[in-house]
């Protein structure tokens, strides 16, 4: 609900003072207001004295707020990378990820990669807990430009090549990685220099 106060002439309106106001939809009703006959305003509105206008209107107007537009699903966001001579086309950056997950497959495929033991079990996404094959400590990771330090949590789970590895909350701070959902794109930089991704474009 909103106050708005019409100053109305013949063949235009002026809208001199409103509250709170859609000022497109304020518009819309002023364009009603205008088509009004001089004798069709309400019994309680002022005519002017000086007759610069026809009428002065104070009135209590309810605007329908616009709904946004549907879409549909924007994707995953994922990145390419570089770990040794491996290119994965696809590494998910997953913001409800607690750690950065290597596939045991992922491990050998890439190779030459040291690890460790580790006693830690971890929550996975269905709620059960497992414990890790083991731990890659300081993996160099490339993205275009920029080189990363990450940790990666290995388990030995069933192969999926849409999702090579997982960058998890980790990953995301120490890359500093800025997410916009609605241009779909993903920032990332480190101390000098930034890159941007498309979610609809991983490639460039």
Known sequence: ??????????????????????????????????????????????VNPKEECKAIDNCRVILKKALPSKVEDPRSFTIPCIIRKVKIEKSLIDLGSSINLMPLFMLKRIGGLEVKPTKENFQIADG????????????????????????????EMEEDENIPIILGMPFMKTAKVSIN????????????????????????
């Open 128 to 155: 059960s807990t497992k414990k890790p094959y083991d731990v890659a400590e300081d993996v160099r990771v490339r993205i275009d430009k920029l080189e990363f330090l990450v940790d990666f949590v290995v388990m």
């Open 181 to 204: 959902v609605d241009e779909g794109t993903i920032a990332l930089k480190d101390q000098e220099e930034k890159v941007i991704f498309n979610v609809f474009n991983v490639e460039q």
């Open 1 to 46: 609900m909103v106050n708005v106060l019409f100053q109305w002439r013949p063949k235009k309106m002026i809208i001199i003072w409103a509250i709170n106001s859609n000022f497109a939809k304020v518009g819309q009703l002023a364009k009603k207001m205008e088509d009004k006959a001089e004798n069709q305003f309400r019994a309680n509105t002022e």
